[in-house]
């Protein structure tokens, strides 16, 4: 018999494999990578006819942190997993999980990386797009050590998040309706990232506190790291992200235990 | 050797009641009540390695709770539980490897891929070594006649070939028990036919334990030597299926059809006629004596006789009713005993 991470591996190449099943949507992946390119190349370039510099970003400063920064938004997939999870436990078929002879957060980790690896391919793709055809010199760091820390926080940012979603999917097992804590988590996101309001017009004191949560270190901190910026920010933000890893496995051990018991499977 | 046993396994769901309209739904948002109601209620159990063992009951009656149970699905209320020496609910690994469960309404399967990918992921999952693997797959895409199937998308396949492969994937670790829900739910006679001949050679050959949950009675009477009969999580009966049916089977249809009208017919009063007209007549008769009244029709020159056994709605609702009924007086009958023994024992003391 064989052990360990093999099954989580299949898991993960089958999860792949579900992506790669529809030509159509194989195919319209690539033109919406494409396509995103173009625009981002077009009002960037616009923009910066008339300056030189954008918030201390050149032409090609500001389009490599774009292609980064999209690079690893679009490679978080865990959205999904707490929608999955909600609905599997609403309807009776999370069942089909709990009889498998895997750890369930394992499974949907691995399900997480199959999907990611998908859209990992288009990433590359796009970046052969900007370097060979649009020609652009990628404005990135040229410090290994850097190089490493923004690797290690997007890594660690994509399993916090696929623990934050799992998290979330399971307290269906409690509280049977999640999409208030979804909304939350969703807005929230939105804040800390920059998305509603750019994290520059925040007073200082809320950007420190922000920079406590993790999901500041998730898309936007690896992303300045990769394209040079912030790199006085790398070892904490490690440091940060892995206490948040920590603390998150332990709430989803604890709730895992406490809850599991209130599933009925109905449904089946 | 016993491969599962409960005692006093009981499970009690708890239910959020609403009072009806708004003022119903605000209300409920700081005064809830909850009704509880008892699925699976003192059930004593155990099954031996190698039975094949049907689970009857009418919808509500417990079969699936018992299930969710036996393969830690659910956690019990109360009582024991023991299966292949598990504590199911701990829904451990090493436990989780030596069962499979099918549920006819819940596919394990991938419908964008093939069954062989399909079939890989579980061979990983349950840690098989690749020749381990090749056999089992070989025995059973033989045994079920499925080998040009392995390589489509599981979405085009028809239900009866998507059930044949549910159960290869069950299959494939070579379980000690599998736990069956509904496997011929919504397949044709020939599919859920060749369902239960491959159910009965897993069982034979592979000496694989097997729980079958059915409404379709055919199953139950073709698989299963012993059957359980659940109604409002209770045990109604647990025993031989033959002697089940020889006891609750009771009556004949007799159609006749005649080539002349059949007015004038006079039949006994244990006849009674369930459809009649000019030419045809269709009558219900207590089975000793069908032969007999089926003599007595042959005078009037039938042109065509059919004889069916009591259907199997029919059966199932009378084992309900008088188990139901039959339970209650014994349990009628223990309370008044122990009132008098209590009664008698208040005297000696």
Same mark, same amino acid.
């Given at each position: 018999?064989?052990?360990?991470?093999?099954?989580?591996?299949?898991?993960?190449?089958?999860?792949?494999? *579900?992506? $790669?099943?529809?030509?159509?949507?194989?195919?319209?992946?690539?033109?919406?990578?494409?396509? %995103?390119?173009?625009?981002?190349?077009?009002?960037?370039?616009?923009?910066?006819?008339?300056?030189? +510099?954008?918030?201390?970003?050149?032409?090609?400063?500001?389009?490599?942190?774009? /292609?980064?920064?999209?690079?690893?938004?679009?490679?978080?997939?865990?959205?999904?997993?707490?929608?999955?999870?909600?609905?599997?436990?609403?309807?009776?078929?999370?069942?089909?999980? *709990?009889?498998?002879?895997?750890?369930?957060?394992?499974?949907?980790?691995?399900?997480?990386?199959?999907?990611? $690896?998908?859209?990992?391919?288009?990433?590359?793709?796009?970046?052969?797009?900007?370097?060979?055809?649009?020609? /652009?010199?990628?404005?990135?760091?040229?410090?290994?050590?850097?190089?490493?820390?923004? +690797? /290690?926080?997007? $890594? +660690?940012? $994509?399993?916090?998040?696929?623990?934050?979603?799992?998290?979330?999917?399971? @307290?269906?097992?409690?509280?049977?309706?999640?999409?208030?804590?979804? *909304?939350?988590?969703?807005?929230?996101?939105? @804040?800390?990232?920059?998305?509603?309001?750019?994290?520059?017009?925040?007073?200082?004191?809320?950007?420190?506190?922000?920079?406590?949560?993790?999901?500041?270190?998730?898309?936007?901190?690896?992303? +300045?790291?990769?394209?040079?910026?912030?790199?006085?920010?790398?070892?904490?933000?490690?440091?940060?992200?892995?206490?948040?890893?920590?603390?998150?496995?332990?709430?989803?051990?604890?709730?895992?235990?406490?809850?599991?018991? %209130?599933?009925?499977?109905?449904?089946? | !050797?016993?491969?599962?046993?409960?005692?006093?396994?009981?499970?009690?769901?708890?239910?959020?009641?609403?009072?009806?309209?708004?003022?119903?739904?605000? #209300?409920?948002?700081?005064?809830?009540?909850?009704?509880?109601?008892?699925?699976? #209620?003192?059930?004593?159990?155990?099954?031996?390695?190698?039975?094949?063992?049907?689970?009857?009951?009418?919808?509500?009656?417990?079969?699936?709770?018992?299930?969710?149970?036996?393969?830690?699905?659910?956690?019990?209320?109360?009582?024991?539980?023991?299966?292949?020496? =598990?504590?199911?609910?701990?829904?451990?690994?090493?436990?989780?490897?030596? =069962?499979?469960?099918?549920?006819?309404?819940?596919?394990?399967?991938?419908?964008?891929?093939?069954?062989?990918?399909?079939?890989?992921?579980?061979?990983?999952?349950?840690?098989?070594?690749?020749?381990?693997?090749?056999?089992?797959?070989? =025995?059973?895409?033989?045994?079920?006649?499925?080998?040009?199937? !392995?390589?489509?998308?599981?979405?085009?396949?028809?239900?009866?070939?998507?059930? #044949?492969?549910?159960?290869?994937?069950?299959?494939?670790?070579?379980?000690?028990?599998?736990?069956?829900?509904?496997?011929?739910?919504?397949?044709?006679?020939?599919?859920?036919?060749?369902?239960?001949?491959?159910?009965?050679?897993?069982?034979?050959?592979?000496?694989?334990?097997?729980?079958?949950?059915?409404?379709? !009675?055919?199953?139950?009477?073709?698989?299963?030597?012993?059957?359980?009969?659940?109604?409002?999580?209770?045990?109604?009966?647990?025993?031989?299926?033959?002697?089940?049916?020889?006891?609750?089977?009771?009556?004949?249809?007799?159609?006749?059809?005649?080539?002349?009208?059949?007015?004038?017919?006079?039949?006994?009063? =244990?006849?009674?006629?369930?459809?009649?007209?000019?030419d045809k007549l269709i009558l219900q008769v207590p089975k000793e004596r069908a032969g007999g009244i089926l003599s007595e029709l042959m005078h009037y020159s039938p042109v065509d006789v059919t004889v069916e056994e009591d259907e199997i709605g029919v059966v199932v609702e009378r084992i309900y009713r008088e188990e139901l009924e039959e339970t209650q007086e014994k349990n009628h009958g223990t309370k008044e005993k122990k009132a008098i023994s209590d009664a008698d024992g208040g005297v000696w003391e």
């Open positions: 018999m064989k052990m360990g991470m093999s099954k989580y591996r299949e898991i993960a190449r089958t999860y792949l494999k *579900m992506q $790669l099943a529809w030509r159509a949507d194989v195919a319209f992946n690539m033109v919406f990578t494409v396509s %995103k390119i173009i625009f981002a190349y077009l009002l960037w370039g616009m923009i910066f006819r008339e300056r030189e +510099m954008v918030a201390g970003f050149t032409l090609y400063g500001m389009l490599s942190y774009y /292609i980064v920064s999209s690079f690893l938004s679009q490679l978080d997939m865990s959205a999904g997993i707490s929608e999955e999870i909600s609905s599997r436990i609403r309807n009776g078929a999370f069942s089909n999980y *709990m009889v498998l002879p895997v750890s369930i957060e394992g499974y949907f980790t691995a399900m997480e990386t199959g999907v990611a $690896l998908f859209y990992l391919g288009f990433d590359f793709a796009a970046a052969a797009v900007w370097v060979f055809v649009f020609r /652009i010199e990628f404005a990135v760091t040229h410090h290994f050590f850097i190089v490493m820390c923004a +690797m /290690i926080m997007a $890594l +660690m940012g $994509l399993f916090f998040m696929v623990q934050l979603n799992y998290f979330l999917g399971i @307290l269906t097992l409690k509280y049977k309706e999640i999409s208030t804590f979804l *909304m939350i988590k969703n807005n929230l996101m939105l @804040l800390v990232t920059g998305g509603v309001v750019p994290l520059a017009l925040f007073p200082e004191a809320f950007i420190s506190v922000m920079k406590l949560l993790p999901f500041y270190y998730v898309t936007y901190l690896p992303a +300045m790291l990769f394209t040079g910026g912030c790199e006085e920010e790398a070892v904490r933000g490690i440091v940060v992200l892995a206490f948040w890893c920590l603390v998150m496995q332990a709430v989803i051990t604890v709730i895992w235990r406490r809850y599991r018991k %209130k599933y009925d499977g109905v449904g089946i | !050797m016993n491969i599962i046993e409960t005692k006093n396994l009981t499970k009690t769901y708890r239910r959020f009641i609403k009072p009806e309209g708004l003022r119903g739904s605000i #209300k409920s948002l700081w005064n809830r009540e909850y009704v509880e109601k008892t699925a699976i #209620k003192d059930f004593d159990f155990t099954m031996e390695e190698g039975e094949l063992i049907g689970l009857i009951g009418p919808n509500g009656a417990g079969k699936t709770t018992l299930t969710k149970m036996f393969t830690g699905i659910i956690a019990p209320t109360s009582g024991e539980i023991n299966v292949l020496g =598990y504590y199911p609910n701990d829904l451990r690994n090493q436990f989780k490897k030596q =069962y499979a469960v099918v549920m006819g309404q819940k596919s394990q399967l991938f419908y964008e891929l093939t069954v062989n990918d399909t079939l890989r992921l579980f061979k990983e999952i349950y840690g098989l070594e690749e020749r381990q693997f090749q056999a089992s797959k070989a =025995y059973f895409t033989e045994l079920f006649e499925v080998k040009d199937l !392995m390589d489509v998308q599981v979405r085009t396949l028809s239900l009866g070939e998507r059930m #044949k492969m549910e159960l290869i994937a069950a299959l494939l670790h070579s379980p000690k028990i599998l736990f069956l829900d509904e496997p011929t739910i919504g397949l044709d006679a020939i599919a859920a036919g060749q369902i239960r001949r491959f159910l009965s050679e897993v069982n034979r050959d592979r000496k694989t334990s097997i729980i079958l949950t059915s409404h379709y !009675m055919e199953d139950i009477k073709a698989l299963c030597s012993r059957c359980l009969v659940l109604s409002h999580g209770s045990k109604l009966y647990d025993g031989g299926t033959g002697e089940l049916f020889e006891r609750y089977r009771r009556n004949k249809k007799i159609t006749v059809t005649f080539s002349i009208r059949a007015d004038g017919i006079e039949l006994p009063s =244990y006849v009674q006629i369930l459809k009649k007209t000019p």
